[in-house]
């Protein structure tokens, strides 16, 4: 008897223990393993690249079965205010977020990324500006948060050396991972490792268009 009271009493403090954790720890626990699905990749595909026809957005098919719409920052945003979206990004950017608030089925992970200038904090505030801002379309256009999830990752995950402005550009960009929902808590703990912006980051999400 002892012996499975002491057995109760350490499951309680494990679990205690777990509870005690952060969102990101609980999301990370719960994630199910994400699984490409062919037939997905292959529906949307196709309409992507329709909804961005004749925008300077790039769209990737990554081998963890997402589809990525990469906005480039020099040619999306204002370059004397971060977090202001150009008008000529607005339509490329609600034709997306129209596709996916239509099918229930499908999630969207903005991602805000920013060059190795300037301080980490700077980056982070930056970057989480940016998907603010672009993730705010997709909520004028419905879509609810269990759908929907931002993170700026500041200059954590660079695609080029930015040890030259050609790849410093590069790396300043918003990314919007396009993926089946049953896969977003997965994908989300992905990114839960990059450090987490400031309350006043979390805060500048609001659009804001450059007239």
Request: net charge neutral.
């Amino acid at each position: 008897m002892k012996l499975l009271n002491c057995a109760s009493l350490m499951l309680c403090m494990i679990v205690a223990g777990c509870s005690s954790t952060g969102d990101k720890s609980s999301e990370a626990a719960v994630a199910p393993v994400a699984k490409v699905d062919p037939a997905w990749l292959d529906d949307y595909e196709p309409r992507l690249r329709d909804a961005l026809k004749d925008s300077r957005f790039e769209l990737e098919r990554r081998e963890e079965g997402v589809l990525v719409v990469t906005a480039p920052v020099d040619a999306s945003f204002n370059p004397d205010r971060p977090g202001m979206l150009l008008p000529a990004t607005l339509g490329p950017i609600s034709r997306v977020a129209k596709l996916v608030e239509g099918d229930e089925k499908t999630a969207v992970i903005v991602l805000g990324h920013a060059d190795s200038t300037g301080s980490i904090e700077i980056n982070q505030t930056i970057s989480r500006q940016r998907a603010g801002a672009v993730a705010a379309i997709f909520r004028l256009s419905g879509l609810k948060h269990d759908r929907l999830r931002i993170r700026g990752v500041g200059s954590d995950m660079p695609r080029a050396s930015n040890e030259h402005e050609e790849g410093r550009a590069l790396n300043r960009r918003v990314e919007m991972v396009l993926a089946p929902q049953t896969t977003l808590l997965a994908l989300i703990a992905q990114y839960n490792q990059a450090p987490t912006p400031t309350p006043a980051a979390a805060e500048a999400t609001q659009v804001a268009v450059a007239k």
